[in-house]
């Protein structure tokens, strides 16, 4: 199938589309005589998994790793769960992180409401000053 067909199907564009076959996601088969990249009908089963891991928080990176298993045909399941602890790992940083961003910029709500006629905002002198 032709990129256009593709992207129809998929819901992908077409600069999406050649962006994740340069990055080694996708692979077009030979061109045809015209000069047309063929896609395989695979091709709509590796787009969609990757907008499920993409939905999932995974690199680009992470996802040629979960390609590379199925292309492989690597169904391993001790290959796919060390991919998923990895992104485990990683969520639960970024949740701390963002439960340390809620409670400062709470914090910072709090300070403001307490003091809405004050002449100098604490919060703001705070976030414009010169240190780092």
Same mark, same amino acid.
């Given at each position: 199938?032709?990129?256009?067909?593709? #992207?129809?199907?998929? &819901?992908?564009?077409?600069?999406?589309?050649?962006?994740?076959?340069?990055? &080694?996601? $996708?692979?077009?088969? +030979?061109?045809? +005589?015209?000069?047309? /990249?063929?896609?395989?009908? +695979?091709?709509?089963?590796? $787009?969609?998994?990757?907008?499920?891991?993409? &939905?999932?928080?995974?690199?680009?990176?992470?996802?040629?790793?979960?390609? &590379?298993?199925?292309?492989?045909?690597? $169904? #391993?399941?001790?290959?796919?769960?060390?991919?998923?602890?990895?992104?485990?790992?990683?969520? /639960?940083? /970024?949740?701390?992180?963002?439960?340390?961003?809620?409670? +400062?910029?709470?914090?910072? $709500?709090?300070?403001?409401?307490?003091?809405?006629?004050?002449? #100098?905002?604490?919060?703001?002198?705070?976030?414009?000053?010169?240190?780092?």
């Amino acid at each position: 199938m032709l990129i256009g067909e593709l #992207s129809s199907i998929t &819901g992908f564009s077409r600069d999406t589309i050649r962006f994740y076959e340069k990055h &080694g996601i $996708l692979q077009a088969d +030979e061109r045809r +005589e015209n000069n047309y /990249k063929e896609y395989p009908p +695979e091709a709509i089963r590796i $787009l969609r998994a990757v907008a499920r891991l993409k &939905g999932h928080g995974y690199s680009l990176r992470q996802i040629r790793e979960f390609i &590379g298993l199925f292309t492989d045909q690597n $169904l #391993s399941c001790g290959a796919a769960a060390h991919l998923i602890e990895g992104q485990l790992y990683q969520l /639960k940083e /970024k949740i701390q992180a963002l439960e340390a961003m809620h409670r +400062e910029l709470r914090k910072a $709500l709090h300070t403001c409401q307490n003091h809405p006629n004050g002449k #100098s905002c604490r919060v703001l002198t705070e976030i414009f000053s010169e240190k780092e």
